[in-house]
């Protein structure tokens, strides 16, 4: 089994990196873990490597710089061939408000992270992992959005419209890959306990363990569903969303909590 996963240093990155190395330790596993913070990639490959024994390669890089991106993924083809996945879990939260001009460049970054960073993490392993297929090998392509992509939130305007984004991006690219064996999968996260949701100062229903999650995440991927949202109480809260008509939505919404309006870099 070989795994590339972006967003690997904390949260749900970490956690799956985790959940990989510990089911396939006895299949030769080798994963690719990239994230921005240099020295959690390699701490966490020391634990990998250690507790596990397993290969584990990293990548400092940032997610919106495609040309890194290309080059780790040349990188690790060129030493391990295509990987069976890639996990495009990097991503940002931040309260914005449209009305503020300082949050302008807010929407700008977790736009370019959540969205485009998802395309430059994909773009560079498609080739291989079509050859790859032809070859008989599974290959399969893993995007994280969230629940809150379902319905536009207040104070998470950028957030909201990053994740619908992502879930509306990786139903084309489920389509378009279907005519080289490649799966798409999209994961749905409602609150998961990582750094991200941490600053949160309001109740999060149904909060996981992001470790918990992790390995439901993975035995999503390995059922190679389409589209999941995890953890399955969040699913039912989803569709009562989906079926809010929006005069009542915007009565309901209009006083929920905000995210805090931290700046992202």
């Given at each position: 089994m070989k795994v590339f996963i972006t967003g690997a240093s904390s949260g749900i990155g970490e956690a799956l990196a985790h959940e990989y190395a510990k089911r396939y330790k006895d299949n030769n596993a080798v994963i690719g873990l990239a994230a921005r913070r240099s020295e959690h990639l390699q701490k966490l490959q020391h634990q990998l490597e250690t507790s596990y024994n397993i290969k584990c390669i990293v990548y400092a890089l940032d997610v919106r710089d495609s040309v890194a991106l290309s080059s780790a993924a040349t990188d690790f083809i060129q030493q391990h061939g295509a990987p069976n996945v890639v996990i495009a879990n990097a991503g940002v939260s931040s309260g914005t408000l449209t009305e503020c001009a300082?949050?302008?460049?807010?929407?700008?970054?977790?736009?370019?992270?959540?969205?485009?960073?998802?395309?430059?993490?994909?773009?560079?392993?498609?080739?291989?992992?079509r050859q790859a297929t032809q070859n008989g090998d599974i290959a399969q392509l893993?995007?994280?959005?969230s629940v809150a992509g379902i319905r536009g939130l207040p104070g998470a305007g950028a957030y909201s419209a990053s994740k619908a984004a992502t879930i509306a991006y990786l139903e084309s690219l489920r389509v378009e890959m279907l005519h080289h064996?490649?799966?798409v999968t999209t994961i749905a996260p409602g609150y998961i306990r990582t750094p991200m949701t941490d600053i949160n100062?309001?109740?999060m229903?149904?909060?996981?363990?992001?470790?918990?999650?992790a390995t439901k995440f993975l035995n999503a991927i390995e059922r190679k569903r389409r589209f999941v949202i995890i953890p399955w109480q969040m699913s039912w809260v989803a569709k009562l969303m989906r079926l809010i008509p929006p005069v009542l939505w915007d009565l309901l919404a209009k006083?929920?909590?905000h995210k805090s309006r931290i700046r992202v870099e």
């Open positions: 300082e949050d302008t460049t807010a929407f700008q970054s977790v736009m370019d992270i959540n969205v485009l960073g998802m395309v430059n993490t994909f773009q560079p392993f498609i080739s291989a992992m893993v995007g994280i959005a064996n490649i799966a100062s309001y109740k229903p149904f909060l996981m363990d992001a470790d918990i999650a006083n929920a909590p």
